[in-house]
């Protein structure tokens, strides 16, 4: 099994970045494509944005296409999603996912999930 933490969600300004990090323990994280997701009030859980095992695969939602940035360093067991130009619509708590099925933006396709960290951006 592997384990994931979830960190750097706090309250932001619209229009500013913010940085997500996801701390994995139990196994390397290179086993697995990893995903992020989201929850906005009294919203559904959303895709956000993934990417595979080696890096070299990428995807993200409409939403966000062009404003984050998914990336991963294996050698630390940690990936990271680079969050700019943020809007009031982004507030919501960012999930971390993993999966060994391969690379899917779908939820139900997860494997492992971590508890999430809150976002919020004011405007």
């Known amino acids: 099994q592997v384990q994931l933490v979830e960190s750097g969600g706090r309250l932001v300004q619209a229009g500013g970045s913010l940085r997500l990090s996801c701390a994995a323990s139990g196994r390397r994280i290179s086993s697995y494509d990893m995903d992020w997701f989201r929850q906005g009030p009294g919203k559904e859980r959303e895709f956000v944005a993934a990417?595979?095992?080696?890096?070299?695969?990428?995807l993200y939602s409409d939403s966000v296409k062009g404003r984050f940035t998914i990336s991963r360093d294996n050698a630390v067991n940690t990936v990271s999603l680079q969050m700019s130009s943020l809007k009031p619509d982004d507030t919501a708590v960012y999930y971390c996912?993993?999966?060994?099925?391969?690379?899917?933006?779908?939820?139900?396709?997860?494997?492992?999930w971590g508890k999430g960290t809150l976002v919020t951006v004011s405007s």
């Open positions: 990417i595979s095992r080696s890096g070299g695969i990428t």
């Open positions: 996912a993993a999966t060994f099925r391969g690379v899917t933006t779908a939820s139900d396709g997860m494997d492992y």
